[in-house]
Structures are given as structure tokens and as C-alpha cells.
């Protein structure tokens, strides 16, 4: 069985007045938490229909209609690894791992 994944992402804006980058060359939608940008889960999904009703829905609430075409949507298969390597930290200078 599948499920989608309805999320959004709130561009931090630049103090300098730099342009905010919503999407990338190939139109995709990008984001970096590091820069301040905020990723938020709005729900999953039986079908890809029922998200984006809830994407016109979301459009008109505060917040989400400043950016409306800042939302991401991707399809998981429940019961299924998704992470199948382990990992290592890195520390940044300053931190213990």
C-alpha cells in the first residue's frame, strides 16, 4: 500500500533583501533548515487526490497562502525500509558528535 506525504516548506527571508530561491533550474522545490527554511508536515494521505485537495485547501490559511506553491509531495509504501545503511556524525567545530 502506498501513502503520500503532504509537506510545506516557509522560505526564511534574506535580511540583505536577497532573492528567496523557491525552486531550482529543474523547477523543484528546495530548502535548507540550516538557512531557517521550515518544513512542516501537513498529513499522509490515502491518494494522491485527497493531498491535493488538502493543498487547495491549505492555499487559503495564513502562512501557507504566502507561499502556495511551496508544497511537496511524495509517495512511500508502507512496510518498507526506507533507510537501509547506517551513518556517522560529523561534528561542527564547537560540538561533541
Not at 528567496?20 to 498529513?43: M, N, Q, Y
Request: net charge negative.
Amino acid at each position: 500500500m502506498e501513502v503520500f506525504l503532504l509537506w510545506h516548506v516557509r522560505h526564511a527571508r534574506w535580511l540583505d533583501g536577497r532573492p528567496t530561491t523557491h525552486r531550482d533550474e529543474a523547477c523543484e522545490l528546495v530548502w535548507d533548515e540550516e538557512d531557517g527554511d521550515d518544513l512542516k508536515i501537513l498529513g499522509v494521505y490515502s491518494s494522491e487526490a485527497r493531498a491535493e485537495e488538502r493543498i487547495q485547501r491549505a492555499r487559503k490559511l495564513p502562512g501557507f497562502r504566502d507561499e502556495p506553491d511551496c508544497f511537496y509531495l511524495n509517495r512511500y509504501s508502507l512496510d518498507e525500509d526506507q533507510w537501509n545503511d547506517g551513518f556517522v556524525s560529523i561534528a561542527a567545530d564547537g560540538q561533541a558528535d
